[in-house]
């Protein structure tokens, strides 16, 4: 069975340093993995995702992901956090056969200024 | 554009009786999702339309929930004899359809409470 796991329920970061949020995934096959956030009352935004190619994936408001096939991961991070970075965010995958998004359970970001 | 829109935006009903959630998504997406998020199960997939082809309904929690989508394009969510552990933000998400790597672009839910 697919399966997401976001073993932090919280990160806590100060304003200015690297941030990263953790994201392990279980499928069979190669999957497509994809970051989403979510702010306060909003509805969730797409940040990124890893089809093929490159490990290291570039997305929106200077995030970026590593996937690691051998340690089956998908690490979100940014190299300077903001306040304005402060949400839920939302690691997933998606098998090759099947439309459906499978979710962690998210992560609450919190930086501080 | 316009982005996937959804209504209500909020819901309240009693207990025992029927909703309609709608969902217009992104014009020119050929696929169409629906999730849940409530606080003890997170986000969960219900269903998905891709074309003409059959739905997969493979988490739709029970036979009270159904959901078509008429011409392609809207769909609507229907819970029957609503139950409060319904209670939960609905999400409807579009894609396009060309491969299964297409993001998913969400709309800002509908907020259903069960009284």
């Known amino acids: 069975a697919q399966s997401v796991a976001q073993p932090e329920d919280q990160v806590n970061v100060a304003e200015g340093n690297p941030l990263t949020v953790k994201c392990t995934y279980s499928v069979s096959g190669n999957p497509y993995l994809f970051w989403y956030v979510q702010y306060p009352n909003r509805g969730l935004q797409f940040l990124l995702k890893?089809?093929?190619?490159?490990?290291l994936v570039k997305g929106s408001y200077g995030f970026e992901a590593e996937f690691n096939k051998s340690q089956t991961s998908f690490h979100l991070k940014k190299p300077s956090a903001l306040v304005s970075d402060s949400a839920l965010y939302f690691c997933?995958?998606?098998?090759?056969?099947?439309?459906?998004?499978?979710f962690g359970q998210g992560t609450t970001l919190q930086v501080k200024p | 554009g316009a982005g996937v829109s959804q209504s209500p935006s909020n819901k309240v009903t009693e207990k025992g009786k029927d909703v309609e959630l709608r969902c217009d998504p992104i014009?020119?997406?050929?696929?169409l999702y629906w999730y849940r998020q409530s606080l003890g199960q997170g986000l969960e997939f219900l269903i998905y339309f891709q074309g003409n082809s059959a739905p997969d309904k493979s988490g739709l929690p029970s036979d009270r929930f159904s959901a078509e989508r008429t011409g392609g394009s809207v769909s609507t969510l229907t819970i029957q004899r609503t139950q409060q552990e319904d209670s939960a933000v609905y999400l409807c998400?579009?894609?396009?359809?060309?491969?299964?790597?297409?993001?998913?672009?969400f709309g800002p839910g509908t907020r259903l409470t069960v009284l």
């Open positions: 890893y089809i093929t190619g490159d490990n």
């Open positions: 997933a995958v998606r098998g090759r056969n099947t439309g459906k998004l499978i």
């Open positions: 014009s020119g997406h050929t696929a």
């Open positions: 998400a579009s894609s396009l359809a060309e491969g299964g790597y297409n993001e998913q672009f």
